[in-house]
């Protein structure tokens, strides 16, 4: 196990409607970064927060919006959902550390369904 | 065109065989490359990064060409465990991850 839990594990929401999903990070890490995969593709990049700042953002509108608490642990809030979001979140932590890279290691995700 | 392309497979592959298959990705200004693992929902984890001498990790080998911009994974002995999605990834100029579909492989007795 990674030590990165996320919740909930399953959500059905209808369009419309508003979602906040939850991460915490692995002890230690100060860095989280939000994923949506959708089915039959690979994780894309939604936004990243360090030290409780957004830090890096991907192709996503303005509806996904997020946190990151003191404690690193971080929260995806998704409003006006649409049938299109209907994915698995994921979360994925890690220590920056200023190397080239440095590991993210994800949580189990949420499996977020739009009715 | 997407930024990092895989063939989804899936790759039928019989135990103790040897699989290999590519990644593609279009920036050529792309730092890191990685290959990743994920089993059928569940979350991705890190395989095995690939350096630009090549590397192996067991069984696992990795190649990458930047003049073609191609990454590569062999796997040989194939196991059953080996069954997946492989996910290449590619961190871009800004320093996110950039993830491709996935290869599927499918490892049979």
């Known amino acids: 196990e990674t030590g990165v839990t996320q919740s909930p594990t399953h959500l059905i929401k209808t369009r419309g409607q508003q979602v906040t999903l939850r991460c915490s990070s692995q002890s230690g890490h100060n860095t989280v970064s939000w994923y949506q995969q959708a089915l039959g593709q690979g994780p894309q990049f939604i936004f990243q927060?360090?030290?409780?700042?957004?830090?890096g953002r991907g192709n996503f509108p303005p509806r996904f919006s997020g946190l990151q608490f003191p404690n690193y642990s971080s929260e995806l809030n998704v409003n006006a959902l649409e049938l299109d979001d209907s994915a698995l979140y994921l979360c994925a932590s890690s220590l920056a550390t200023g190397a080239q890279y440095n590991e993210q290691f994800f949580g189990p995700g949420t499996r977020l369904t739009v009715l | 065109r997407k930024e990092v392309e895989q063939d989804p497979g899936p790759f039928n592959v019989p135990e103790g065989a040897t699989v290999a298959f590519n990644c593609t990705y279009s920036?050529?200004?792309?730092?890191?490359f990685f290959w990743y693992r994920q089993d059928c929902r569940k979350e991705p984890k890190l395989l095995m990064s690939?350096?630009?001498s090549g590397n192996e990790d067991g069984r696992f080998t990795a190649q990458l060409n930047r003049a073609s911009q191609y990454i590569s994974l062999l796997i040989r002995d194939s196991k059953l465990s080996d069954s997946a999605t492989y996910l290449c990834?590619?961190?871009?100029?800004?320093?996110?991850?950039?993830f491709g579909a996935g290869t599927q492989v499918v490892v049979t007795p």
């Open positions: 927060y360090y030290r409780e700042e957004e830090n």
């Open positions: 990834v590619v961190k871009n100029s800004w320093g996110k991850l950039q």
């Open positions: 690939v350096y630009s």
């Open positions: 920036n050529s200004a792309s730092q890191s």
